[in-house]
């Protein structure tokens, strides 16, 4: 399972962008849906999780900045950025998997697909 990110693209510090990621209607309505970004030099790191039914979970430093959400209908999961900062330049990517509530933890599944460029410039 690879599905592709778009949405990414270069702006200023302060300013927001909208990332889409669409999946299949079969993998998308039963599963959770993971938001990942990978910095240069840096591990590639979970940026926010939203279940099947709607809850959600970030990473402390995008809390209060960025918002994941879904639309069933479309097969289609978002991630809202605003008040992007240098820091935040990154490719992003999305993936399917199982969020365990109890322990905050996001297990994806497939393999990555192709990432969207966010570049923040200060």
């Known amino acids: 399972v690879q599905l592709q990110a778009s949405g990414g693209g270069l702006v200023q510090a302060g300013g927001s962008l909208r990332l889409s990621c669409a999946a299949s209607?079969?993998?998308?309505?039963?599963?959770?849906m993971g938001w990942y970004r990978q910095a240069p030099g840096k591990q590639r790191e979970l940026v926010a999780a939203i279940t099947s039914g709607g809850g959600t979970n970030y990473a402390d430093s995008v809390k209060g900045r960025f918002t994941i959400s879904r639309d069933n209908a479309k097969n289609t999961v978002y991630l809202q950025m605003n008040s992007l900062k240098p820091e935040d330049t990154a490719v992003y990517y999305c993936?399917?998997?199982?969020?365990?509530?109890?322990?905050?933890?996001?297990?994806?599944?497939?393999?990555w697909g192709q990432g969207t460029q966010v570049t923040v410039s200060s």
């Open positions: 993936r399917p998997g199982t969020y365990y509530s109890g322990s905050d933890y996001f297990a994806p599944f497939g393999s």
């Open positions: 209607g079969r993998i998308f309505s039963i599963n959770a």
